[in-house]
């Protein structure tokens, strides 16, 4: 019985040394690319930013009082769109107002505050639109004790275009980078088999079919390019993890760690990994191609 | 008609029969005692003249002296009313005095505090302004600072409204302020008026005091002329009285000389009356206002002596003789106006006082019943005669011999 060689790792036997540095430059860029998706992933790109820098200010009667403004706050923080609500009053509005305008401290004396109580809402990052504020402002201008609802209609639009467009800047440069990749690595699948042409020859010679070669070259790509974009990821995810842990600050950018192990982050993560696998594969066929185009 | 009048007709009556006029003179021997009487009666009527001149202006001094005295007696109540009136303006004008103050006090202090406040609505504008300078670029709070400029606004509404505030109140005190210096003004001026009017008041009751001290000193010197008059007249009618008697006396012994018949006594003088040809009928229709003898008059609340009746009759009304007889004697006498007297004949006389006009002449024979004059007109459609009947130098009540509406 005659033995047949197995192909699968075919590259590994003909070429240990130049594969073992590929595969650490690829992990080592899977697991830039990972972390930068599970970050765009958890932040939403810079919406949770926006979320966090922008807040609707309901402006309450000067007759209400704290007790019936707390209930008003959470009213407000049941609404669906609604991240938190919060109530200050009249006090504090006016110590805030002080922080802020600290010339005006000396002027009233012994006069009275004029500033009513407020509500501070802030919104849900993945909530943050027109429809979902609109619908959040209609919801509080039809409480009577709500004297005036800001909700920077002037600036609002541009503020969630201007996030909109960062977001696909974001997702661009991602996207770049796995481009990038996708060039760099049928580069190195082309140069590879241009390499191994005359193994690969020798084993046309004994009967291995070039299709097959090639098929098999691919599948140990895909599997290659899964393993290392799923390690590749959860390494970048365990130093999101980390890095959110040490700087707690992060969270109101990126957002909460356990929100890393949240199935759709997973899930997210594996159509990643799946995604590489086939780039991957595809480099290899693309490479074979190229290199017996070039023999020919 | 006053007592002083009828006493001049009295002695007037009596001087007549006495002087010759109704009786030619029997004796020659009397002729100087009647020239003695007319003198001595001449003279009474002369001071009867004067005294009723002068108790005519007595009366009138005590009208005078009684309207000055009511005058004063106004003027004393006008000025202690105006005294009031003037302590009371007074009173209002301290009250006022004190509220203008109140209320100066007041403008200045919302001046100030207007002051203040523009100031520090200034400061605040220009704090407000800073901040919204530096916090215009601030993008990474753009909830906030929007919520701080809605503030802002809110901040300096509040301070405006206070300024407003302070501004409708000093306007509104200001206001207030203008009326009371206008009310002080105006009760100053009332004040004034009203001193003014209070000084004349009292130089008027000044004035009117000196009139009534005259009217007092004419008062007490016409009394006592008055007083004086009357002393002399009474000693003048003593002697005319006197020598009357004597008259009569002479009379009286001349005709029991001459005629030794037909004497008969004053007291039958009504029944001489009575026993006239074809009796006594009444001058005219009317009613007697003023009765004979002695009479209380309630209007100068004296007693006067009537030696007549007054008889009330229409204006223009026509006088007839009460008896057949001749005019003795018609023409104006003081007190009496027109007079006639018809001589009846036996001593009787018929007297027709205040009459307008005569129908008769002198000397004529007149009938019973015959127009002799009549009586003036007069706006209330009413006047009066006179009507006196003597009979031997003695009067007698017409109504007792003629039938007279009483």
């Given at each position: 019985?005659?033995?047949?060689?197995?192909?699968?790792?075919?590259?590994?036997?003909?070429?240990?040394?130049?594969?073992?540095?590929?595969?650490?430059?690829?992990?080592?860029?899977?697991?830039?690319?990972?972390?930068?998706?599970?970050?765009?992933?958890?932040?939403?790109?810079?919406?949770?930013?926006?979320?966090?820098?922008?807040?609707?200010?309901?402006?309450?009667?000067?007759?209400?009082?704290?007790?019936?403004?707390?209930?008003?706050?959470?009213?407000?923080?049941?609404?669906?769109?609604?991240?938190?609500?919060?109530?200050?009053?009249?006090?504090?509005?006016?110590?805030?107002?002080?922080?802020?305008?600290?010339?005006?401290?000396?002027?009233?004396?012994?006069?009275?505050?004029?500033?009513?109580?407020?509500?501070?809402?802030?919104?849900?990052?993945?909530?943050?639109?027109?429809?979902?504020?609109?619908?959040?402002?209609?919801?509080?201008?039809?409480?009577?004790?709500?004297?005036?609802?800001?909700?920077?209609?002037?600036?609002?639009?541009?503020?969630?275009?201007?996030?909109?467009?960062?977001?696909?800047?974001?997702?661009?440069?991602?996207?770049?980078?796995?481009?990038?990749?996708?060039l760099f690595a049928r580069l190195q699948e082309?140069?590879?088999?241009?390499?191994?042409?005359?193994?690969?020859?020798?084993?046309?010679?004994?009967?291995?079919?070039?299709?097959?070669?090639?098929?098999?070259?691919?599948?140990?790509?895909?599997?290659?390019?899964?393993?290392?974009?799923?390690?590749?990821?959860?390494?970048?995810?365990?130093?999101?993890?980390?890095?959110?842990?040490?700087?707690?600050?992060?969270e109101r950018v990126i957002g909460s760690p356990?929100?890393?192990?949240?199935?759709?982050?997973?899930?997210?993560?594996?159509?990643?990994?799946?995604?590489?696998?086939?780039?991957?594969?595809?480099?290899?066929?693309?490479?074979?191609?190229?290199?017996?185009?070039?023999?020919? | 008609?006053?007592?002083?009048?009828?006493?001049?007709?009295?002695?007037?009556?009596?001087?007549?029969?006495?002087?010759?006029?109704?009786?030619?003179?029997?004796?020659?021997?009397?002729?100087?005692?009647?020239?003695?009487?007319?003198?001595?009666?001449?003279?009474?009527?002369?001071?009867?003249?004067?005294?009723?001149?002068?108790?005519?202006?007595?009366?009138?001094?005590?009208?005078?002296?009684?309207?000055?005295?009511?005058?004063?007696?106004?003027?004393?109540?006008?000025?202690?009313?105006?005294?009031?009136?003037?302590?009371?303006?007074?009173?209002?004008?301290?009250?006022?005095?004190?509220?203008?103050?109140?209320?100066?006090?007041?403008?200045?202090?919302?001046?100030?505090?207007?002051?203040?406040?523009?100031?520090?609505?200034?400061?605040?504008?220009?704090?407000?302004?800073?901040?919204?300078?530096?916090?215009?670029?601030?993008?990474?709070?753009?909830?906030?600072?929007?919520?701080?400029?809605?503030?802002?606004?809110?901040?300096?509404?509040?301070?405006?409204?206070?300024?407003?505030?302070?501004?409708?109140?000093?306007?509104?005190?200001?206001?207030?302020?203008?009326?009371?210096?206008?009310?002080?003004?105006?009760?100053?001026?009332?004040?004034?008026?009203?001193?003014?009017?209070?000084?004349?008041?009292?130089?008027?009751?000044?004035?009117?005091?000196?009139?009534?001290?005259?009217?007092?000193?004419?008062?007490?010197?016409?009394?006592?002329?008055?007083?004086?008059?009357?002393?002399?007249?009474?000693?003048?009618?003593?002697?005319?009285?006197?020598?009357?008697?004597?008259?009569?006396?002479?009379?009286?012994?001349?005709?029991?000389?001459?005629?030794?018949?037909?004497?008969?006594?004053?007291?039958?003088?009504?029944?001489?009356?009575?026993?006239?040809?074809?009796?006594?009928?009444?001058?005219?229709?009317?009613?007697?206002?003023?009765?004979?003898?002695?009479?209380?008059?309630?209007?100068?609340?004296?007693?006067?002596?009537?030696?007549?009746?007054?008889?009330?009759?229409?204006?223009?009304?026509?006088?007839?003789?009460?008896?057949?007889?001749?005019?003795?004697?018609?023409?104006?006498?003081?007190?009496?106006?027109?007079?006639?007297?018809?001589?009846?004949?036996?001593?009787?006389?018929?007297?027709?006082?205040?009459?307008?006009?005569?129908?008769?002449?002198?000397?004529?024979?007149?009938?019973?019943?015959?127009?002799?004059?009549?009586?003036?007109?007069?706006?209330?459609?009413?006047?009066?005669?006179?009507?006196?009947?003597?009979?031997?130098?003695?009067?007698?009540?017409?109504?007792?011999?003629?039938?007279?509406?009483?």
């Amino acid at each position: 019985m005659s033995e047949r060689p197995s192909l699968w790792w075919i590259d590994w036997r003909l070429s240990p040394g130049p594969l073992v540095r590929e595969t650490i430059g690829r992990f080592l860029l899977f697991c830039l690319l990972g972390f930068a998706l599970l970050t765009l992933l958890l932040s939403g790109g810079v919406s949770r930013i926006l979320a966090d820098r922008y807040a609707i200010t309901a402006v309450l009667r000067a007759e209400v009082p704290s007790g019936e403004g707390e209930g008003l706050a959470r009213k407000a923080a049941a609404l669906p769109p609604v991240r938190s609500a919060t109530y200050r009053d009249p006090e504090t509005a006016w110590k805030e107002f002080l922080r802020s305008y600290p010339g005006l401290d000396p002027l009233r004396g012994a006069g009275e505050n004029p500033l009513p109580g407020y509500i501070e809402i802030r919104i849900r990052h993945d909530r943050l639109t027109e429809e979902d504020v609109e619908f959040v402002v209609s919801a509080l201008r039809a409480v009577s004790q709500v004297d005036q609802v800001l909700a920077g209609e002037e600036w609002l639009p541009r503020l969630l275009s201007a996030g909109r467009l960062a977001s696909w800047a974001c997702w661009g440069i991602f996207g770049a980078f796995l481009a990038g990749f996708f060039l760099f690595a049928r580069l190195q699948e082309r140069a590879r088999a241009v390499a191994l042409a005359g193994d690969f020859a020798f084993l046309a010679e004994r009967g291995v079919s070039a299709g097959r070669l090639a098929f098999l070259r691919a599948a140990g790509a895909a599997l290659s390019g899964f393993l290392l974009a799923a390690l590749g990821a959860a390494a970048g995810g365990g130093a999101l993890f980390l890095s959110l842990r040490k700087f707690p600050i992060l969270e109101r950018v990126i957002g909460s760690p356990a929100d890393l192990l949240l199935p759709r982050t997973i899930a997210s993560a594996a159509l990643f990994s799946i995604g590489v696998a086939l780039l991957c594969s595809a480099t290899s066929l693309l490479g074979w191609s190229a290199a017996r185009a070039g023999r020919k | 008609m006053t007592s002083g009048a009828r006493r001049i007709l009295s002695a007037f009556l009596v001087a007549a029969v006495s002087l010759g006029i109704l009786f030619p003179s029997t004796a020659g021997g009397a002729r100087d005692v009647a020239a003695e009487l007319r003198r001595e009666r001449g003279r009474l009527l002369e001071m009867k003249e004067r005294e009723e001149k002068t108790a005519r202006e007595l009366t009138e001094a005590l009208w005078k002296e009684k309207r000055s005295k009511g005058r004063v007696d106004e003027l004393q109540e006008g000025l202690k009313r105006q005294r009031r009136l003037l302590s009371r303006i007074d009173r209002k004008i301290s009250a006022l005095s004190d509220r203008l103050d109140r209320v100066e006090k007041a403008v200045r202090e919302l001046g100030a505090a207007h002051g203040r406040a523009r100031s520090e609505l200034r400061r605040a504008e220009f704090v407000a302004f800073s901040g919204q300078r530096a916090g215009a670029w601030d993008l990474w709070h753009p909830s906030d600072r929007e919520r701080e400029r809605h503030f802002m606004r809110v901040y300096l509404a509040a301070d405006a409204e206070g300024v407003a505030r302070i501004t409708r109140a000093r306007e509104k005190k200001e206001e207030e302020l203008t009326g009371i210096e206008r009310q002080v003004a105006v009760t100053e001026k009332k004040r004034t008026r009203e001193k003014k009017v209070g000084d004349t008041l009292l130089s008027r009751q000044e004035a009117e005091r000196a009139r009534l001290s005259g009217i007092e000193r004419e008062k007490k010197r016409k009394e006592k002329e008055l007083k004086s008059l009357r002393a002399k007249i009474a000693r003048m009618e003593s002697v005319v009285s006197r020598v009357e008697r004597q008259v009569k006396e002479r009379e009286r012994r001349a005709r029991k000389e001459a005629a030794g018949k037909s004497a008969r006594g004053s007291a039958e003088a009504p029944r001489r009356f009575a026993s006239l040809s074809g009796g006594l009928s009444a001058p005219l229709a009317g009613k007697v206002v003023t009765r004979f003898g002695r009479q209380h008059d309630t209007t100068f609340d004296v007693t006067i002596e009537n030696r007549g009746v007054e008889i009330e009759a229409f204006s223009g009304a026509s006088v007839k003789s009460v008896g057949h007889g001749e005019v003795a004697f018609a023409g104006a006498v003081s007190g009496f106006g027109n007079v006639l007297i018809v001589q009846h004949g036996g001593g009787l006389f018929s007297v027709y006082g205040r009459m307008e006009s005569f129908l008769v002449k002198q000397g004529e024979v007149v009938k019973k019943g015959a127009v002799v004059g009549r009586l003036p007109e007069s706006p209330s459609g009413k006047s009066v005669l006179y009507l006196e009947l003597r009979a031997g130098g003695t009067a007698i009540d017409p109504t007792s011999v003629i039938p007279l509406d009483r």
